[in-house]
């Protein structure tokens, strides 16, 4: 074997050996979940909360980017974020659904307490068209105080040839009590 081919196949074994691995985006460099951290052990206490919220938040997985209906697929993010200085807010559902209105699937086991001024973040992969274009999400929000304004919003990227686009999508409240 010569030496070119041989120096080639070594510099590309990393190339291939990190395609392989999980890039969640959630899971830190020791291989952990961080998004684990903020389950709660015990189930939210629904006499305590004074706040409850659900909100839909639409995603879009893909676009339409010309007549011949030519789509263009999307990474997806979507950021749950505390603005509370003070007070903690309880996430107890993260739901992923898709065009038909179909669960694709539960992001949470367990309800998640968010600190005050925390964020969460959900990545919906580009290759991952489960969604389609009408796809998605339905959170669930408590808090022990009314004071609370939590933002959630949608990050959709793309591109289209050598041109990238971005743009954001708002949660819609659909219950307050």
């Known amino acids: 074997m ?3 081919l041989f120096l080639s196949i070594i510099l590309l074994i990393p190339f291939y050996l990190s395609s392989c691995l999980n890039h969640d985006p959630n899971i830190n460099k020791q291989g ?3 998004l684990k951290t ?3 052990e015990t189930p939210i206490n629904k006499d305590e909360m004074v706040f409850t919220d659900t909100m839909y938040v639409p995603i879009y997985s893909d676009v339409y980017i010309d007549a011949s209906n030519l789509k263009s697929l ?3 993010t979507l950021s749950i974020r505390n603005t509370s200085f003070t007070d903690s807010l309880f996430i107890s ?3 992923y659904y898709n065009t038909n209105g179909n669960l694709v699937r539960n992001y949470i086991d367990r309800p998640i ?3 005050p ?3 969460i973040n959900y990545v919906i992969e580009r290759e991952d068209d489960t969604g389609g274009s009408g796809a998605n999400f339905i959170v669930a929000l408590q ?3 009314k004071n609370v304004k939590p933002l959630i919003q949608a990050i959709m990227i793309g591109q289209n040839g050598n041109k990238g686009f971005s743009f954001t999508s708002e949660a819609y409240s659909l219950k307050k009590d």
């Open 93 to 95: 559902v993260i739901d």
């Open 143 to 145: 808090a022990k105080t």
């Open 117 to 119: 001024m925390a964020s």
């Open 113 to 115: 307490s968010l600190p």
């Open 74 to 76: 999307l990474a997806a």
């Open 2 to 4: 010569n030496n070119k």
């Open 38 to 40: 903020l389950e709660m």
């Open 32 to 34: 952990e979940d961080e």
